[in-house]
């Protein structure tokens, strides 16, 4: 199979067709003549220009997109003189940059280091961190990814700030992952309590709570082992719908992962991944959950049925 091969060879459903047709655009090799049968293709069907744009909103809605400056991105397709999509390098599910934030990693990076006052901290894959301080307290905002704290309790008290609320710890250990805006903190050791406006909780050992747009979730138990293997250069899936082993895969490896169908990303899974080799794991789904895995750029993955 080419990398772009002929859309109407395998690819049934508008939905389908709609993503052979973003991938192609997005990757900027496209002939004249390819823009010619596009115009034809959205012209033919209502339903294909609806299809097309909801591939664009399940693009933009990825936060892990990481594009090179020299990158062929920033392509536009125009149809009849109207902009039908604008790939833009510098919106499109950029990850936000934060260019004074004080530590960041690259996509696929662990990095450990020591914060001042000698409390280590783990970030994970594209993570984004800044000093800051509050209440003559010494902390860290968070402004996208995932950290893991150990916090020895002869230091001061510390608190991570992420998504408008604040995590306080007097010592232990714990994680705090934001992506999207929505923020879940992990505890592994000790107690952290969160507070965001009026709302407060108190986590303990074993326990997490995950809050977004201004709400914060119940204080719910947590498998820590499986929920923090990212330490030890794994992740761990039991029982996960394939939406969202998709979106965490992406926090490991350049690119987007589009799944099409409600009836696929439902589709459970359990396994065990080494961060070293994610890019492995699709084909391997692919043949247990009968699934059709399309790699049409280095940029675009889609996971549709067989």
């Known amino acids: 199979m080419t ?165 306080w710890s007097r010592g232990g250990s714990f994680d705090v992952a934001r992506y999207d805006d929505q923020t879940t903190v992990t505890v592994e050791q000790g107690s952290v309590a969160v507070k965001l406006a009026d709302q407060a909780r108190l986590v303990s050992g074993g326990q997490a709570v995950t809050y977004h747009d201004g709400k914060m979730g119940a204080v719910h138990d947590v498998n820590i082992a499986n929920a923090l293997a990212w330490r030890d250069g794994r992740l761990v899936f039991v029982g996960d719908k394939l939406g969202d082993v998709a979106r965490i895969l992406e926090r490991w490896q350049s690119g987007k992962i589009i799944v099409i169908g409600d009836h696929v990303a439902s589709r459970k899974v359990t396994m065990s991944v080494d961060l070293d080799r994610t890019r492995d794991v699709l084909p391997t789904l692919a043949g247990a959950l009968s699934l059709k895995i399309d790699q049409f750029t280095d940029y675009l993955t889609v996971i549709r049925a067989a």
């Open 3 to 167: 990398r772009f091969p002929n859309p109407d060879s395998g690819f049934q459903t508008p939905t389908e067709q709609a993503a052979y047709w973003f991938a192609l655009l997005l990757d900027g090799s496209e002939t004249e003549e390819d823009r010619r049968a596009f115009a034809s293709w959205i012209e033919k069907d209502p339903r294909n220009m609806t299809a097309f744009n909801e591939v664009e909103r399940l693009w933009s809605g990825s936060s892990s997109l990481h594009l090179a400056a020299n990158n062929k991105v920033g392509r536009r397709a125009f149809l009849g003189g109207t902009v039908v999509a604008g790939i833009l390098a510098t919106g499109w599910g950029v990850q936000r940059y934060h260019p004074t934030a004080d530590f960041r990693t690259a996509t696929g990076e662990r990095r450990e280091l020591t914060l001042p006052g000698g409390m280590r901290a783990l970030l994970a894959s594209g993570t984004t961190m800044s000093l800051v301080s509050g209440q003559g307290l010494a902390g860290v905002e968070l402004h996208e990814g995932e950290v893991w704290f150990d916090h020895s309790k002869g230091n001061r008290d510390f608190f991570v700030a992420a998504s408008g609320a604040r995590s």
